[in-house]
């Protein structure tokens, strides 16, 4: 069984730029988590999803960061007009439910922006 | 509101050394807590979790005690190897307090040398 796949695993931007990450849950998990690592920081939660549908967004900023998971095709976090503030390492986690089930985390990308 | 207090680092011990990362949390309600491990490079594991009071999470030789009493949850190991080398992460989730995601503490990092 496949874990959470994420791509690209390293992503150069420039500023202005538009960054797409992708992440594709467990097989059987239909409940997806983006967070975001800053340097030497913990990992700050972003928005939680489900198919078609945003459940939480309040990690996420209002402007600039959308994310989607759509019936067929793997979760994205989509990043435009990127500013050097926004280099971290941007995880996705899957889960079975929302309920005290683990989370299984992906390998993350690493989003540099020049 | 949910928020998780963790040992700062980095930290550096002797193969062999006893390990104690701690681990403190505010949550309303009942949190599931656990402990994720991340090593260079990679994703997050997770390490051992706890779904309720006095329970103990174990693997690998690493432990730790949910201690509702003292609202901690340190992550202890009798004798560390250099392959334990990784930053240390203790999280919580509490899903009864409206909050799908889990919230992480800054992280430890663990260098153990030969």
């Known amino acids: 069984n496949a874990g959470v796949m994420q791509n690209p695993r390293h992503l150069v931007r420039r500023r202005g730029q538009e960054a797409r990450l992708r992440c594709s849950p467990m097989?059987?998990?239909?409940?997806v988590y983006w967070y975001r690592q800053l340097p030497e920081e913990g990992l700050k939660f972003m928005v939680y999803l489900q198919k078609e549908n945003i459940i939480d967004e309040s990690g996420m900023p209002k402007e600039r960061f959308s994310a989607e998971f759509p019936k067929e095709g793997p979760s994205i976090l989509r990043i435009q007009q990127v500013v050097r503030g926004d280099s971290a390492a941007y995880f996705c986690a899957s889960s079975i439910d929302s309920s005290y089930n683990e989370q299984f985390f992906g390998p993350g990308t690493r989003l540099t922006v020049l | 509101g949910n928020s998780v207090t963790q040992m700062e680092g980095p930290v550096t011990l002797s193969e062999e050394a006893f390990l104690t990362i701690n681990c403190t949390y505010t949550?309303?309600?009942?949190?599931?807590l656990f402990w994720y491990v991340q090593y260079p490079g990679e994703g997050l594991q997770l390490l051992l979790k706890?779904?309720?009071?006095?329970d103990k999470g174990s693997n690998k030789g690493f432990e730790a005690t949910y201690r509702k009493e003292t609202t901690s949850f340190h992550l202890e190991k009798g004798s560390v190897q250099v392959s334990d080398s990784a930053v240390y992460f203790c999280a919580l989730s509490a899903p009864q307090t409206g909050a799908n995601n889990l919230f992480f503490g800054t992280g430890t990092r663990l260098t153990v040398i030969p």
């Open positions: 097989k059987g998990h239909s409940h």
């Open positions: 706890a779904t309720k009071a006095d």
């Open positions: 949550a309303t309600g009942y949190p599931s």
